[in-house]
């Protein structure tokens, strides 16, 4: 019970990682308020969670929205603990020389702004409880290219500069932000992007569980959960000292080369010496 007493806003609570912080978050007394452009499921959410649960509809694009969420939040409980910054889609998939200007203004609205004007309008609420904790869901796309769309991946680089500032600026009050970087995570993010129905959602989860363990060192599919414990970590006393960095949480994705931790394929070595001298 980390949280219990305490008041977490998330936003993207009605599916995938933030779904599963709500749960994580409300097993350890926390009360949750969530805010989603998903009102049917939010909804939902309200009739099967219980009374630590509340659900306010909040386009994230829309900073008056976003200022809405947290001062409902406030109002509601007494006051802001946590703030989990998650909302988010994978966006437009053009290539640089294509995105129109418009589409590009899009993503940074849903993936960067919106994390911007969820620190901004949580901070005055967080600075009346005398401090508390914000996470911020970046991504590994922030680090490399070819994990995601360029204008997702540079929102999300931009999602990690801006946790470090903010944790700068807002360490007098005792406000920590940190930020968390998935890696593949089984959620409906990737049939929202292609434009899937539930039949085709379903199989790209399924094959993303197939192809796990010639994705990354960890040979199991990221859940939702995986996410929601490092959530929890951060926004914790546990984190007390931690701010303005990020947690990787991607099974190793990023570790290097498959060839770095499969023996089945070629090192460098391999690849770089004539085979007499390897
Ligand atoms: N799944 C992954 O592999 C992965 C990897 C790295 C980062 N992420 C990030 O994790 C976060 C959560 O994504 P997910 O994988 O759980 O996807 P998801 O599609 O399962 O959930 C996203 C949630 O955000 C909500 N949302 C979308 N646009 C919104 C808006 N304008 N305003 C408010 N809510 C909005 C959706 O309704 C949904 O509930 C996103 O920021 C995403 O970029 C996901």
Redesign the pocket.
């Known amino acids: 019970m980390r949280f219990a007493g305490k008041t977490v806003v998330i936003?993207?609570?009605?599916?995938?990682?933030?779904r599963g912080s709500v749960e994580l978050f409300l097993r350890e007394g926390a009360t949750v308020v969530m805010?989603?452009?998903?009102e049917a499921q939010g909804t939902a959410m309200m009739s099967s969670l219980g009374d630590s649960f509340l659900f306010k509809k909040?386009?994230?694009?829309q900073e008056s929205e976003v200022k809405a969420l947290m001062d409902f939040a406030a109002e509601q409980t007494g006051g802001i603990d946590v703030v989990f910054n998650?909302?988010?889609?994978g966006g437009p998939r053009d290539a640089i020389d294509e995105i129109s200007g418009d589409d590009w203004d899009f993503a940074m609205a849903?993936?960067l702004k919106s994390v911007a004007m969820g620190i901004r309008h949580a901070a005055p609420h967080l600075k009346k409880r005398g401090g508390g904790a914000i996470v911020n869901?970046a991504?590994?796309c922030a680090f490399q290219a070819g994990y995601g769309p360029i204008a997702y991946s540079t929102a999300k680089a931009g999602v990690l500069h801006l946790t470090k500032i903010a944790a700068a600026e807002l360490a007098q009050y005792k406000i920590r932000v940190n930020a968390i970087c998935?890696?593949?995570?089984q959620?409906?993010?990737f049939a929202?992007t292609v434009g899937a129905n539930e039949d085709e959602a379903r199989e790209i989860n399924a094959f993303l569980g197939q192809a796990a363990a010639g994705v990354q060192p960890v040979a199991r599919p990221g859940v939702?959960g995986d996410i929601a414990e490092a959530a929890a970590y951060l926004a914790s006393d546990a984190a007390g000292f931690v701010t303005g960095t990020h947690l990787l949480v991607d099974g190793g994705l990023l570790v290097g080369t498959q060839a770095s931790w499969n023996p089945e394929i070629p090192g460098m070595l391999d690849a770089i010496l004539p085979e007499h001298l390897r």
């Open positions: 936003t993207g609570g009605s599916s995938g990682i933030g805010g989603d452009i998903d909040c386009d994230v694009t998650n909302a988010g889609a849903l993936l869901t991504s590994v998935p890696g593949f995570i959620t409906n993010i929202a939702p």
